[in-house]
Antibody, heavy 118, light 111 residues
Framework: EVQLVESGGSLVQPGGSLRLSCAASGFTFSTYWMSWVRQAPGEGLEWLANIKPDGSGTNFVDSVRGRFTVSRDNAKNTLYLYMDSLRDEDTAVYYC???????????WGRGTLVTVSS | QSALTQPASVSGSPGQSITISCTGTSSDIGNDYNWVSWYQQHPGKAPKLMIYDVNNRPSGASNRFSGSKSGNTASLTISGLQAEDEADYYCSSYTTSATYVFGTGTEVTVL
């Protein structure tokens, strides 16, 4: 059974940094494209970034490019999202997702809440 | 990259069919990739993939869900509407910038 479990969400001050992790199990992690998607409270889904199966390339939405970084450790079956210069508007539930298809995610984690507030 | 445009809400009675539209541009929905997906999201839950590549269903998705695309607009049709279909629905498209973009979301109500 595919399992994705996000962790690392917390309350952080504006301008701060945070690292989210996504632990994967139940599938061959190193063959999947992995994405991060977020959802602000009461709002819709926003695709943030993805990373190639071998970690050789990443893509980002304009709103986080330069502030967020994505990496993966295929030996540890773990995906990461590094977030810098956090803003109030980055407050959201952050989901990781994986797929073999041309879609943001076929399988999803349950999400982790990031709150940016002073 | 602006979000794709969806109606805020759509409703129907049990057994009826409803269609949700998703309008974008030639850089996303209207590009040549045809990588349009649809997701269902129940409150407090993670999204669930219902349609990919415009009109393909992944295993586990009901065959009452179907997709189509014409020009810069994609559509999701739910046939034989059931109470369990009440949820939020989001379209998604691959873009010519090698990114993905989601729609604004549609709340489906079963009357």
């Amino acid at each position: 059974e595919v399992q994705l479990v996000e962790s690392g969400g917390s309350l952080v001050q504006p301008g701060g940094s945070l690292r989210l992790s996504c632990a994967a199990s139940g599938f061959t992690f190193s063959t999947y494209w992995m994405s991060w998607v977020r959802q602000a409270p009461g709002e819709g889904l926003e695709w943030l970034a993805n990373i190639k199966p071998d970690g050789s390339g990443t893509n980002f939405v304009d709103s986080v490019r330069g502030r967020f970084t994505v990496s993966r450790d295929n030996a540890k079956n773990t995906l990461y999202l590094y977030m810098d210069s956090l803003r109030d508007e980055d407050t959201a539930v952050y989901y990781c997702g994986g797929t073999l298809l041309a879609t943001p995610a076929t399988d999803w984690g349950r999400g982790t809440l990031v709150t940016v507030s002073s | 990259q602006s979000a794709l445009t969806q109606p805020a809400s759509v409703s129907g009675s049990p057994g009826q069919s409803i269609t949700i539209s998703c309008t974008g541009t030639s850089s996303d929905i209207g590009n040549d990739y045809n990588w349009v997906s649809w997701y269902q999201q129940h409150p407090g839950k993670a999204p669930k993939l219902m349609i990919y590549d415009v009109n393909n269903r992944p295993s586990g998705a009901s065959n009452r869900f179907s997709g189509s695309k014409s020009g810069n607009t994609a559509s999701l049709t739910i046939s034989g509407l059931q109470a369990e279909d009440e949820a939020d629905y989001y379209c998604s498209s691959y873009t010519t910038s090698a990114t993905y973009v989601f729609g604004t979301g549609t709340e489906v109500t079963v009357l």
